[in-house]
Structure formats: C-alpha cells, structure tokens
C-alpha cells in the first residue's frame, strides 16, 4: 500500500497539474458565473414581463438539467449545429453559462431579502445605475450572500470533476491517468479525494471570514 | 420667515396608486431659513408628498421646482435621465423613517459616501466636515462603528448628519422619530431643533406635535391627499380655521399641551 | 435516431430512476443516523461522522465512483457497476443529508424534549414521538432539494458502465454520428423529474411559510 503512494508521488506533477487545472477552471468559471450573474439578476427583479420571463426560462431550465448532460450537448451536440469547441473551450463555457443560472438564483434570493430603505436612501443621496449598484445594492448582498456563493463555489469545482468525460485534463483526470498506468487506484483516487478536500476547506476558510466581515454589520 | 426666496415651490402635484388618489392638486412653497412641519391624520399622503419631492415617487401631475429648477422634468417638457435627476436630488437631502443608514460602510464612511463618490468632491475635505457634523449630532466616539451597533436614536443622528453631509439647500425628514423607542426621540428632536434655529430649510412630516408647535415656522395640514390648512404654529394650534384640523388638534391636544410625546 | 433507439433511451430512463430512488431509500435513514450520532454527540464518533461529511461534501461523485469502482475489487472486495453506483450515491447522499438532519436537530426546542423526559418517556420513545415526526417536517424542504441535486449527478454512473440514460444517448449518437438529438431527448426525460422536485420543494416552502404566518 505504502508502494502504491510512492508511485502516485512519483507521478507527483500529473497530480499537480490536474489541481492547478481545477482550481483554474473552478476560479475563472465562478468569477464568470458572478460577473454574468451581476447582469442576470438584475433581469430576473426586471418589471419588464418578458425580460424576466426569459431569464426565469434560462434559470429554471439549467436547474432542470444535469451538468453532465450540459457539458456533454456542449461539447459534442454542438458541433452538429456547426459550433466546434476544443475541450478546454467547452468545458469553461459550460461551467459558466451553467452556474451563472445558480448565481442569479443565489443573488436574487439574497437581494429579495435586503432592506428596501438603505437602497432608496442610495437614489435619494444621488446615486444612479451602475453607482448605485456598485456601491450600494452590490457590498450588502454580497456579504449576505457570502456563505450561499461559498457552498456553489464548492459544487463548482466538483461539476468541473465531471469534465474528465471530455478528456480535459483536470484532477479527476489526472488521478485516472496515474491509475490505468500503474493500476494504483485506491492511492490515486483518494489522494485526489483528499487534494478536492483540501481546496474546500481553503474556501470555507475565505467564507468564514467574510462572514466574520458581515457579522460586524449585523 | 427668512429672506423670502423660495428654496422649494410645490404647484399643483397629484399622485395616484392605482384607484387611490393619495395627493390631489397640492401646493405649497418654502422660503429660505423656513422649517415647514407636514401633519395630518396617517394615510393622508404625507409621506408621498415627501417622496415626490425628490421623485423618489414620480408625481402624475404638477411641477416641483427647486430654487427655481424643476425637478424631474427638462425645459422641453421630458422626464430627466438618472443623472440628471441625481445631480438635482443631491442637493435635497433626506432623513428616513427606518433610518436606511448603508449596513456595510462605518459610521464615518455613511458621512462620506455621497459627497465623494457623488458629488466628487475633495475626500480630505470631505473627511473634515464630516468629523464635525458627527461632534454636533454628538457622536464623534462612534465613527468607526457600524450602524447595526448603534441605537435608534444614535442611528437617527448619524441619517441627519449624513443628509447634512452633502451641504443640500433642503432637508426632508419622513417621520423621522416614529421608529424610535419613546426614550430616544428626545436626543433626535433636540438635534432637528437646533438645525431650525440655526435656519437650515427643512420639510418635516412628523407626529411630534411639540416639535411642529416650538420649531415650525408654518403648519401644512393634510388631509386624505389634500391641503386643508396652512397657517403658523400659534394659530393654527389655538384657533384652527377647519373642521378637520379642530378633530385633529384634539385628539393630539393632550400631547401638545405637555409638550410633545409620541402619539 | 429511430424508434428503437428512444426506447433504449427510455429503458436506461428506468434504470437511472430505479438507482436514484434505490440511492435515496437507503441514504435517508443512514443521514439521520449519522446526524443523531452527530447531535447526540457520541465520543469518538461524532468527530468521525464530522470528517466524514466533511470529506464526501467536497469529493466529486465521479471520483468517489471511480476510486469504488476500481479500488474494491484490489482489495478483494468484487463489485459490479450497479453495486459500485448505488454504494457511491448512498455515501454522497447520506453525507448532504446527514447536514439537514442535523440543522433540523439543532433547531429542535430543547424544552420540548425535556417535557417528553418529564412525563417519563425513554430516550427511544421520545425520539420515536416527539422529535422524529417534527424535524421530519422542518427537514422536507432539504431532503427534497437533496433529492433533486442527487438526480443531476446520476449521469456520472454512465463512467463506469451502468446503461443509464446517458450511457444509453452517448450509445446512440456514437451509432448514428449525430449525438445532438439523443442528448436532447435524455434532458427531455431528466428535466420534468428534477422539475417536480424543485417545483414540490417550492410548494413544501410556500405552505410551511403560510402555516407558520398563520400561527
């Protein structure tokens, strides 16, 4: 047994290079997710019937479908319409467009629940639009909103275990490789059992210290 | 009255929430120095009045001019862009109810927010001024807490301060002391006292009818989204000129002989 | 894509809803075991059940089946495609569980309990009568989402073999080089199931909201 992890450390940087590729692709998909997620909910509160009715549609439905699925019409179902991806390509865009569904549910939800006051006093002090939203709307919602964007963060990074299907090399992947090289899989797989542990506890970490943050405002 | 320029001049305003009509044709100007109370019975409109002055509430008719400039609405007779309306409503400030005091910034930076990110202007001096509206409300010791700390009455100062922050031409204070414990709005009264005397131009909706007696320059007297009576404290709380208003003072009229508790 | 080939869709649609509420049926009872050992706050243990969810929140279920799948057999334990799915998803599910048992625990009103103890019921009775039927209700919201969020996983099994809705599409587009239109059927058959959970957590919500607005 003690063999076993001796070869997974040999096999040390595949490992690596499949965390880096998660933590990559679960940042810059998350911090995508947020940004577009920004624009979403806004659509959603809309007194606009149809706008927040399409965005309601969009919303709905990624809820309705499984990532995998998602992932795999992305990658190998658009094609059909002429769209081709590269797995990297494929992979990112479905992370994103698939958890900006969940942010804007997150943050509408969070939004719903703030106080209507501190916003109108925003309006009446002068702000307007993207101020007012920055400034105002923006830093309480996100505080409130810590924890709930926190645990997604957490189901982001474990969808993005699933793009091992379109062969993108991130950690479950990498823990793949190593086992059908050497035939180690329990010390493959739960060396990358533990490295996904590891990156969680990293963003409960970051979330109790922004609930720290928003508990001195409460 | 002060010097008889007219700060805020109200013609005409009607607004209406849906089969409600909860203002219907008001008017009523503000001179310079004046601190103008807003009483009447609650669901009269007065807190809608005060809304469509800045148009946070955008009125259906009539025209509110500020100094002279018409709120909300351009020279050709369109609704105003945000920005526009912005640059007009900076120069209004408002105290509100719940106090709205901005949960994620410090005391200090509730003082501050506007006046930099707004109007721009100079942060250092900005800081400044906001450190001695804080020692005149009284709370200079609370300018690193955030407002989730403070009580009611210390809220409610930090709102005035804020809205004194960004140096408007007009204050409008919407009930500004009913959200308060009874033992609290003293220490508010005390400090919207002193800004009437020192002849800052304020709108007050209020209940506090001991405040609306000593403090107000002139009664504006509403009654179901109507004004029914504008006349000076002494006569309006001695020798009313409406039915109404009589039935009013009444049932206030043990409060303001003992000189303003909460109704 | 044939006729032929939705059926086949559809006799995977079988096997992955079959797996889900196998998944779910076993995965209940062990996340409220593994909650009340948790608030019973049983040495040892406890700080075991607490590692435990820990770990599995943060394991990708296709990890956690590949590591099953492959690393049982090496030590002697066989186990086929099916066993390894159902074994996966109860250890995932038990762990998400287990955290909404447990917040329902933690709410629990401790006087309530302390009357039960009072009229001299026994720790089993009022387990049994007082705490299990309340936090049962204060839970369903919870357990249903988890119910809905375990069924957009199951795809995954399809990795390892199980000819499960996805297996099956992935099957066919190889077949017919047009993996558009099977794919499409397989959300049309997974979208109205998550949907009527998500929809009957909504309703669950809604309705203890107003019973409470009500009280």
């Not at chain 2, 103008?36 to 469509?52: E, F, I």
């Amino acid at each position: 047994m003690i063999h076993d992890f001796g070869i997974v450390w040999s096999e040390r940087n595949l490992l690596l290079s499949g965390l880096g590729n998660t933590t990559i692709l679960s940042v810059l998909s998350a911090a995508a997710a947020l940004l577009i997620a920004f624009v979403l909910t806004p659509a959603l509160m809309s007194k606009q019937q149809w706008l927040a009715g399409i965005v309601r549609g969009f919303v709905d439905g990624m809820r309705c479908v499984p990532f995998l699925l998602f992932a795999y019409i992305v990658y190998y179902g658009l094609p059909s319409v002429g769209l081709r991806l590269d797995n990297w390509t494929s992979g990112l865009v479905a992370l994103t467009i698939y958890n900006a569904a969940y942010m804007a549910e997150i943050l509408r939800g969070a939004w719903a629940a703030q106080p209507r006051e501190p916003i109108e006093a925003g309006i009446a002090f002068g702000f307007s639009n993207l101020g007012l939203f920055r400034r105002i709307v923006l830093p309480p919602l996100l505080l409130a909103a810590g924890p709930v964007i926190g645990n997604q963060m957490i189901q982001i990074i474990k969808d993005s275990a699933f793009l091992t299907i379109i062969a993108l090399p991130e950690l479950t992947h990498a823990a793949s490789s190593i086992q059908s090289r050497h035939y180690v899989p329990f010390a493959a797989f739960i060396t990358a059992v533990f490295l996904y542990w590891g990156l969680c506890l990293v963003i409960e970490a970051g979330v109790s210290s922004i609930d720290r943050l928003a508990m001195a405002r409460r | 009255m002060a010097d008889g320029s007219k700060v805020l001049d109200v013609a005409g305003v009607s607004k209406r929430f849906g089969d409600l009509e909860v203002l219907s044709d008001i008017s009523f100007q503000v001179a310079k120095g004046e601190t103008v109370c807003v009483l009447g019975p609650s669901g009269s409109g007065k807190s809608t009045l005060l809304r469509c002055i800045n148009w946070l509430e955008r009125p259906d008719a009539g025209q509110i001019y500020l100094t002279g400039t018409e709120i909300g609405v351009t020279g050709a007779g369109i609704v105003m862009s945000d920005r526009e309306l912005s640059r007009l409503r900076t120069r209004i400030g408002m105290v509100f109810q719940h106090f709205a005091l901005w949960p994620h910034l410090t005391v200090l930076q509730n003082l501050m927010e506007a006046p930099i990110q707004v109007q721009k202007r100079p942060s250092a001096e900005v800081r400044d001024e906001a450190l001695a509206l804080l020692a005149k409300v009284g709370l200079s010791d609370k300018r690193d807490a955030f407002p989730a700390k403070l009580s009611g009455g210390q809220k409610q100062r930090v709102g005035i301060a804020r809205a004194l922050a960004m140096r408007p031409d007009l204050l409008l204070f919407d009930e500004p002391t009913s959200a308060l414990d009874p033992e609290l709005v003293g220490e508010v009264l005390v400090v919207m006292r002193e800004l009437a005397h020192e002849g800052m131009t304020m709108v007050v909706v209020t209940h506090e009818m001991g405040f609306a007696r000593d403090a107000a320059t002139r009664i504006l007297f509403l009654d179901r989204g109507r004004v029914v009576e504008t006349a000076p404290p002494e006569r309006f709380f001695s020798a009313p000129e409406t039915e109404r208003a009589r039935q009013f003072i009444q049932r206030y009229a043990g409060h303001v002989a003992n000189g303003g508790c909460r109704t | 894509m044939t006729g032929g080939d939705i059926l086949a869709i559809l006799q995977g649609a079988v096997v992955t809803v079959t797996l889900s509420l196998t998944g779910i049926l076993i995965g209940l009872p062990i996340g409220l075991s593994l909650a009340v050992l948790r608030w019973a706050d049983v040495p040892v243990v406890a700080r075991i059940v607490t590692v435990y969810v820990s770990i599995l929140r943060a394991t990708p279920l296709v990890t956690l089946l590949l590591l099953l799948f492959f690393a049982l057999p090496n030590i002697g334990i066989a186990i086929g495609p099916i066993s390894a799915a159902i074994l996966a998803l109860v250890m995932n599910t038990a762990a998400f569980n287990c955290e909404v048992w447990r917040a329902s625990l933690m709410n629990f009103p401790r006087d309530q309990y302390e009357a039960a103890q009072s009229v001299g019921m026994g720790a089993g009775l009022r387990f049994r009568r007082i705490v299990l039927p309340q936090i049962v209700r204060s839970s369903l919201p919870g357990l249903v989402n988890e119910m809905s969020l375990l069924i957009k996983v199951t795809p995954v099994l399809a990795v390892v073999g199980v000819v499960d809705i996805t297996r099956a599409a992935v099957r066919i587009g190889a077949e017919t080089y047009d993996p558009l239109p099977p794919f499409l059927v397989a959300v049309a058959l997974y979208a109205p199931i998550v949907f009527v959970l998500v929809s009957l957590q909504r309703w669950i919500e809604r309705r203890q909201a107003m019973a409470e607005a009500a009280a």
